[in-house]
């Protein structure tokens, strides 16, 4: 059973930096991608970053390109955004997925809740 655990959340002031992180388990094979993405209230949820679990491949959207990075750690089952120069707009519950990249079925975390104070 899939199962992704999002933690780092919390207030921060415009500017600052936070690491969110997403712990994965139960992913039987590297084929998945794994993304982030956030809602804020009152609007759809939408993509953040991707990269996929084996290989460096990753992908941004355009507001978070140049100030976001995610990263993965193999052997923690871990996939990690850190997010710098934080504006109130980044405020969000943000979610982990796991893609599987042949089926397409998609698994999500319960998700973190990020506040930027201006």
């Known amino acids: 059973q899939v199962q992704l655990v999002e933690s780092g959340g919390g207030l921060v002031q415009a500017g600052d930096s936070v690491r969110l992180s997403c712990a994965a388990s139960?992913?039987?094979?590297?084929?998945?991608?794994m993304g982030w993405f956030r809602q804020a209230p009152g609007k759809e949820r939408e993509f953040v970053a991707a990269?996929?679990?084996?290989?460096?491949?990753?992908h941004y959207a355009d507001s978070v390109r140049g100030r976001f990075t995610v990263s993965r750690d193999n052997d923690k089952g871990t996939v990690y955004l850190q997010m710098n120069n934080l504006k109130p707009e980044d405020t969000a519950v943000y979610y982990c997925?796991?893609?599987?990249?042949?089926?397409?079925?998609?698994?999500w975390g319960q998700g973190t809740q990020v506040t930027v104070s201006s």
């Open positions: 997925r796991a893609t599987h990249r042949i089926t397409g079925r998609a698994y």
């Open positions: 139960g992913l039987t094979s590297s084929n998945f991608e």
């Open positions: 990269i996929r679990w084996s290989g460096d491949s990753t």
